[in-house]
Each structure stands twice: as structure tokens, then as C-alpha cells.
């Protein structure tokens, strides 16, 4: 039986239906006891970023082969809990790197051109034609040189932008000037977020890093939430010490609402980069592929984790 967690489903999955059970609850997520119970049984989880998977609810699923993720981060999942259970890990990496680059270079381009402020108060019968700035030849700074930063370079050739970057596992990438992070933040007028959470990166945006930009600079995380430290970001927003943000995570996820929602150079969107029709067929197509390949005891083609190099 193949379990699905969260709001993942397409024709993939219809089709994969055909040849395998599949019990769907898009909530199931949000009840770790019960995941625990319906899990037992199954052969297959499907998950997005919400789902915890625990080495207990690794531990609680004796027939598992396989969890598919639905998205790039993997820091829900316990890859050596389930590496050290025989769980395959699959996921669709880099499958949704385009959308993600085209929301960060779309939202980079409301902060720029104050589009969101432009279209509030022209609706409420305003007609101010305040100046805005342009993207083109302006330095772009990327934080992560991953799959989903080097998505966002290739769309910034057409503006003509210098482009910095910074990731301590990349090497010689065309067009990308790789420096320091501190050297990214203080040269760029735009900084993109692409890190992961992790222990290493988790607030590494604060009151001191970001004290280290241009005041006109503005900054777009569409990596992890975790990263940003949001209080010394807003502090850093109203105070003005840099012109704007756009953040599509959040540290808590859904967030609860609060002084954030009301800070004007801010703009909010919900965890939806990576969320394109075309995306999401593409990564269906690649989970539910491989999950067929493991379920027969065939290797997965986008295995993650230890098991990667056993499944290809």
C-alpha cells in the first residue's frame, strides 16, 4: 500500500494507481499517532515538507521500501533512520528549480518596482507614480549555488547583472562569481536565499549580517525559513537599514499572524516557489516512476542518501 501524507496527487499517481493500492489524507500529516497506525501497513510514503518522518514513525512502518519526496528539502525526513532501515529516500532534486527561479526573480522585481503598494493604492482610487528601481545591471547575490540558484542566474542573463554567489560545495560556475558570504551581502543590491536548514545555516541572516548590506539593497528567501532570523529582520525593515524583503518560508510554517503581516517593505508568500502545474507533473512523474522501480525491486533512478549509490 502506498500512503500519501499531504496534498500530493496528479496523473502520475492516478495511473501508478492502477498497479498499486493508495490511500490518500492530506492531513494525516498534522497527526503524528496516526501516521504512526496508518504506516504500519504500507510499502510507500509520499510526503511534502510538512510530514515529519522520524526514525519512530521509520521504526513503525516494518514494510516500508521507499519515501518520496515531494519538493528539495530533505530536513524533514530522517535520511539516516531510514538508510539504516533499508528505506530507499527518493526525490524529484532540481525538477522544480525553474519555478523557483522565476517566483525569486518575480518577486525580486515587486520589491524593485513596489508593485504590491502600486496596486493597493491605485484600487483604492490613488494615482502616485512614486519612481521605481530597474533590475537590469544591478549585482545579484546568490546564497546557495544549488540547482535552484543556478536557475535563478540563467534568468538574470537577459537583465545584464553582475552575479556573486556564495556556497561552500560549489566550484568554477559559469557566471557566477563565487566570494565569501559576508562579500555577497555587502557587494550585492539583490541577495536570493537558496541554503537548506541546517545547524550550520540556521540564522545566519541577522541583526550583524544584516547590517552588513546596502540600505538600498533588498533580500528574497525562497530556501528555508530557518535561515532568517525574523525578528532582527523586521527590525531591520522598519528601521530601514535595508530597502526590502520577500520571504516564501517561514521559520514556523504556516506562520501565526503577527507584527510581519504589517511591515510594508515586506512581501509574503506561501512556500509556493517551487509550485508550478508544470513542476508538480514533473516531480509526480519522477516520485511515482520511482516508486514503481522500488516497490518491484528495481533501482530508483533519483535514490538520495546512503542508499543512492546501492539503487543506481
Known amino acids: 500500500m502506498i500512503l500519501i501524507s499531504e496534498d500530493v496527487w496528479g496523473t502520475p499517481f492516478q495511473r501508478l494507481e492502477g498497479s498499486f493500492p493508495i490511500v490518500r489524507n492530506d492531513d494525516l500529516w498534522n497527526d503524528p499517532e496516526a501516521l504512526k497506525k496508518e504506516i504500519a501497513s504500507a510499502t510507500a510514503l509520499v510526503v511534502r515538507n510538512r510530514t ?16 518520496a519526496r515531494a519538493g528539495v528539502g530533505l530536513d524533514n525526513i530522517d535520511i539516516k533512520a531510514a538508510d539504516a532501515a533499508g528505506v530507499v529516500v527518493v526525490a524529484g532534486l532540481g525538477a522544480n528549480a525553474v ?16 508593485i504590491p503598494a502600486h496596486d493597493e493604492a491605485t484600487r483604492a482610487g490613488g494615482w502616485v507614480r512614486t519612481p521605481g528601481r530597474e533590475l ?12 535552484t540558484g543556478l536557475a535563478t542566474a540563467k534568468l538574470l542573463q537577459g537583465f545584464g547583472c553582475t552575479i556573486l554567489g556564495f556556497d561552500p560545495y560549489a566550484k568554477n560556475l559559469s557566471g ?33 549580517t544584516l547590517a552588513l548590506m546596502k540600505p538600498e539593497a533588498i533580500i528574497v528567501n525562497v530556501g528555508r525559513g530557518e535561515v532568517i532570523n525574523e525578528v532582527d529582520l523586521m527590525t ?14 517561514r521559520a514556523q510554517e504556516p506562520p501565526v499572524v503577527g507584527d510581519m503581516e504589517n511591515i510594508s517593505n515586506l512581501i509574503l508568500t506561501p512556500h509556493v516557489a517551487g509550485i508550478t502545474s508544470q513542476s508538480q507533473l514533473r516531480i509526480n512523474e519522477i516520485l511515482s516512476s520511482n516508486i514503481a522501480l522500488v516497490l518491484q525491486s528495481k533501482p530508483a533512478t533519483h535514490a538520495v542518501g546512503a ?5 543506481n
Open 176 to 208: 557566477v562569481e563565487l566570494t565569501t558570504f559576508e562579500d555577497v551581502l555587502k557587494r550585492s543590491d539583490v541577495v536570493s536565499i537558496h541554503m537548506p536548514s541546517t545547524p550550520e545555516t540556521n540564522g545566519v541572516i541577522n541583526a550583524q
Open 52 to 67: 515529519k518522518v522520524t526514525a519512530e514513525i521509520i521504526a513503525a512502518a516494518p514494510k516500508l521500501k521507499v519515501i
Open 307 to 311: 542508499l543512492k549509490e546501492s539503487s
Open 236 to 249: 531591520a525593515l522598519k528601521a530601514k537599514k535595508i530597502a526590502g524583503a520577500a520571504l516564501d518560508v
Open 136 to 147: 537590469s545591471g544591478l549585482t545579484w547575490g546568490l546564497l546557495g549555488c544549488g540547482a
Open 99 to 114: 519555478s523557483v527561479g522565476e517566483l525569486t526573480v518575480g518577486l525580486a522585481l515587486a520589491l524593485l518596482r513596489n
